[in-house]
């Protein structure tokens, strides 16, 4: 008896070099063992018919915070990962805020146990490289974290044991940074924001008696975000850090990394969907449930933030998936914006709304593939064992109905925050997830996810 083969994914429209080719995927252990014209004479244990469905790679999110362990009320790996595989994403990649923070290989090490028991995605981790932790750089790089990332402030009041070494608060602390940072070759990831400029505006704002949702976006004007991330680069020209700029924002940001890119400058630029598909009117709809940082912009913010996608300054985009309990978002009505905790459940709806982005020819598929799969893997590491579809590599895919009209809704998500996902619900899609494949297992399909997948994933160092 012939041994059977894990799966063929036959008829299939897949992504390679670039562009869509139609053939059958054959896997095997895990791997794709062959793409071929002919259906050969094999049998597999699972056989998907992929006809008339796009099979793209499986999808990135560069930009995750599954709150596992310290806070897994909002979150944590299984209902994270859910969440995750019902949005067609296939593997995570964690920023490093959890209590503890990933500032050591102890913590690390830790972190990967727990993801392993309980992760259903593949996954790899951010270090914290904040200053308090500035011996264990080379350290997390031997580990194989996917890149650092800190931000330049002092921890937020109340949820200090989430930033343990994971800031620097001044400049004189973000240089030396970058040039520990650039021994180890690992890029560097900040969230920009000038938190100085930030207080004076809230303070100003509080005392000219703004309380309404507007607040939040004026407190924290695009200077603010550009001022910073001239900042970056201006030190990264000095100390040639490997540098990425996190959920930028700010079309003046994107002008100076533009620049930087074309004076060759390493230096990448990540967005998340939501400043691509909504603006700031949605925070005065949705109050605290449409608070984010960088906030949300005006509709012209938007429309140029879209032309640096077009022209390939942003390097990838990310989810940044932030769960948070409701109450958490709650004391922003009674007590002010101001209170309430930043951040949106948002990464099953990551790629649906992008596919949403395709439909209305905003970018092609072909660029979509390399925003949320390919960049995102070539960047930290993990490719060729992901984000592509050729022998050899690990058979992650994400098939999608491109032709599917439907709503998003609350009521069928997955994440344990899902109460906090007001932004999206009801929000108008056409581009549907059918199947999420990892290493040739079907862990989602037709909208059910396999629960016994709880455990699946596995740990993604970073090649260097
Ligand atoms: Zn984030």
Redesign the pocket.
Known sequence: MTKKLQLIIKNAFYYANDTFLHGHILVDAGKIIALTHELPDLEAENVIDASKLHVLPGIVDS?V?FRDPGNPEREDFFTGSRAAVAGGVTTICE?P?TRPPVYSTEILENRKILAAERCITDFAFYGAAGFENRHELQALTDSGVCAFKTFLHPAPKGREPEFTGLTVNDDGQLFMMMIEAAKTGTRYIFHCENYKLIEKMEEYLHETGCADYSFHYKSRPNIAETESVSTIIQFARATGCKVGI??ISAPEACALVRQAQLEGLDITAETCFHYLCFNEKHIDEMEPYAKCNPPLRSEENVKALWEYVKNGTISYIGS?H?PFIKEEKEIGKREGIWRAYS?MPSIECFLPLMLTQVNKGKLTLQQLCRLMSVNTCKLFGLYPQKACIATGSDADFTIVDLEKEYRLSVEKMFSKARECNRLFDQVACKGSVEYTIIRGRTVFSHGVVDDSAKGYGQYIARHT
Do not use: P
Request: aromatic share 0%; proline share 0%; net charge negative.
């Open positions: 930009h915070h920023m805020i996190a959920h940044d932030a951040g």
